[in-house]
């Protein structure tokens, strides 16, 4: 497998970096971490008899994606690949992690999984964010890949990704147009696809302030510990009140939906409840019922809704004793 080839341009910030994509269009990608990138851009190759059913000779390869009849395209897009990466290396701003004045958490897009696993404070408070982190691929993806890569890559399984919408990420967005914002949970439309405008960069992820008495973690089931898409993933997080009922509660699934899946019937369970063993088996129930899992080479449907309330359920446990609560 080869890179095609392509020109790599390098700004000096990030209002440079948006008037090149908008200058160069649909032809240009963001180059971040590039565990993923540089991976898609090779052309993947297949034993011929993978595509064709009992035809050709099976030393043969073939490669997927290349516009011939009947190829197979395995990013569904279509799209040639791009003949300009624009790094983003040179923008140190984009790397920091700060802990704000108002207690929010704020994650430049360039900070990668270890260094957000080295963060005491996301460790101690945000840590379902850190767990996310540690699931990441190997500790080489680890080292490289970053959370704006992980969340532009909209990979419904992203380890990252799946913890930061359940802790209610705000995404800071830059063009050539100005900024916005918006909650992470509206930026991801299917697999692959994103509301991200083409001159659009992700320069940073926020996350609330926390009170005293909230926990929050994250699972990651797969068939390995390393360099494995996940079956399942789930993500919780639990507020409790003085009184112990729950004042706020979230999960978010992953890999069992088109998209990172907020399971609102089990918040909804959660909400003013007691922590107790049964509401918690009931919350993972409804996360399971909101669950919308296919059949794949990892696991079946029926395995991965079984494994949703498994797994929910284990993880509002963890969540609440975190916060300060039994259950």
């Not at 919408?165 to 050539?176: D, K, N, R, T």
């Not at 990892?298 to 969540?319: C, D, I, P, Q, S």
Request: proline share 7%; glycine share 12%.
């Amino acid at each position: 497998m080869t890179l095609p080839r392509f020109d790599v341009l390098v700004p000096e910030t990030v209002e440079q970096a948006c008037s090149l994509l908008a200058e160069h269009g649909g032809g240009a990608r963001v180059l971040a971490g590039g565990t993923d990138l540089l991976v898609d851009l090779k052309r993947p190759i297949v034993q011929e008899r993978l595509i064709e059913a009992g035809g050709g000779d099976p030393g043969r390869f073939t490669t997927l994606g290349d516009g011939e009849p009947g190829a197979i395209d395995p990013w569904g897009s279509g799209d040639p690949p791009p003949d300009v990466l624009i790094s983003l290396h040179k923008l140190a701003g984009l790397k920091r992690i700060e802990v704000l004045d108002d207690g929010r958490l704020r994650v430049g897009a360039l900070a990668t999984a270890r260094e957000i696993q080295r963060v005491p404070e996301i460790r101690d408070r945000w840590t379902a964010l850190a767990e996310g982190a540690d699931s990441l691929g190997s500790p080489l993806v680890r080292a490289r890949g970053t959370i704006g890569g992980n969340i532009c890559n909209a990979r419904p399984a992203a380890d990252i990704t799946v913890p930061a919408i359940c802790l209610g990420a705000q995404l800071e967005l830059q063009s050539p147009d100005g900024s916005r914002t918006l909650p992470g949970e509206q930026f991801i439309l299917a697999p692959g696809v994103t509301v991200i405008e083409p001159a659009e960069i992700l320069t940073a992820v926020t996350f609330p302030a926390l009170s005293a008495r909230t926990g929050s973690a994250y699972y990651k089931l797969g068939q390995r510990k390393a360099l494995e898409i996940s079956v399942v993933g789930v993500a919780v997080y639990v507020e409790l009140a003085g009184d112990d009922t729950v004042q706020a509660a979230c999960v978010t699934l992953g890999a069992v939906g088109p998209t990172p899946l907020a399971a609102r019937s089990a918040a909804e369970v959660l909400a003013g409840g007691k922590p107790t063993g049964e509401l918690l088996a009931r919350a993972a129930r409804a996360a399971a019922a909101d669950a919308t899992p296919i059949d794949d080479h990892r696991g079946t449907a029926e395995y991965r809704r079984l494994m949703v309330e498994m797994l929910t359920r284990r993880t509002l446990e963890l969540a609440v004793e975190r916060a300060g609560g039994r259950s």
